[in-house]
């Protein structure tokens, strides 16, 4: 559905995004990750028409964004980190209004209301926009990037602005739209990309620094598996009997506290060990409290990814001056 292929953008000699390629199949859910000034909107800006690119090819539904505009802008409905309102009239005009923009071929009245009750704004169809809270300017601007039922969303931080109660409706109604849309959704919020998208692509100094299935980033950036167990016993004799288990690669005592020990457990991924724990646990009567594999929080694995990339960069650029000299 969507296919971004070599894409770069400078300013003069400042390069926002340098050669980003990435694909989103049709009904996929795309998670946009980096950190400020990582090129994230930029990428989103070019991918829905509202930025012209320096080079490269974005294509959404087999139409090329920069030969066809008007036709590939049909396929799109975008959510800028700022909503793009009119604070001036009230929700139902202004979607009205987009509505015509829009040039949409439905009824009228009918999709309006609809596409309300979907973006939960129905109560408030008659105010202001301006004197809407942050979270209902936020959700009139997600109202009119869903007008038409474009098969394509593109939603910049859609979430900024809204209470705990409606991040989480709000979460659902994106995983529910994903049944029947296209969509790339960047957040800063690390635990929702990972409950909402089923690909995350990672950009950092404006290139893609991994492209991989939400499921898969943390078994591939985590190493050698682990697990923490939290046994009742003298901390030597236990890290002692656990170092014999066969597969056990290191053990590291995390805390130990009246009589209990905690320990992390490395050991060789084609090994389960945790019977052989409780086996030989079992035999020098030390209980097991409590046992559990250690993964890779999304957290951990942004910092890791982004900082790898800081300092690859640092050190290009270290090189390049030391060839100049």
Known sequence: MIEVSKLSKAYGKLNAIQDISFTVDEGEILGLLGP??????????????????????VTIDGIEVSEKPKEAKKKVGYLPEIPPLYTDMTV????????????IELP???????????????NVSGRIIKNLSKGYKQRVGFAQALLGYPPVLVLDEPTVGLDP??????????????KKH????????????????????????????????????AQK???????????QGPSAEVCQALREIEGVLKTELIS???????????????IDIRQNIFTVMAAKNYPILEMGKVELSLEELYLQLTASSENSQNN?????KRGKK
């Open 36 to 57: 400020n000034g990582a090129g994230k909107s930029t990428t989103m800006n070019i991918i829905t028409g509202y930025l012209g690119k320096t080079s490269g090819k």
């Open 92 to 103: 139902e005009k202004f979607l009205g209004f987009v509505f015509d923009l829009k040039g």
């Open 108 to 122: 009228k009245k009918e999709h309006i209301a609809e596409i309300m009750k979907t973006a939960g704004i129905s």
């Open 165 to 178: 109660n409606q991040i989480i409706e709000f979460r659902k109604l994106i995983k529910s739209l994903g």
């Open 182 to 217: 296209t969509i790339i959704f960047s957040s800063h919020i690390l635990s929702e990309v990972s409950e909402i998208c089923d690909r995350i692509v990672v950009i950092s100094q404006g290139k893609v620094v991994t492209d991989e299935k939400t499921s898969d980033l």
């Open 221 to 231: 950036f985590s190493g050698a598996p682990k697990i923490v167990v939290d046994i």
């Open 256 to 270: 130990e506290e009246n009589g209990e020990v905690k320990i992390r457990i490395t050991h060789k991924s084609n």
């Open 316 to 320: 290009t650029e270290k090189t390049g």
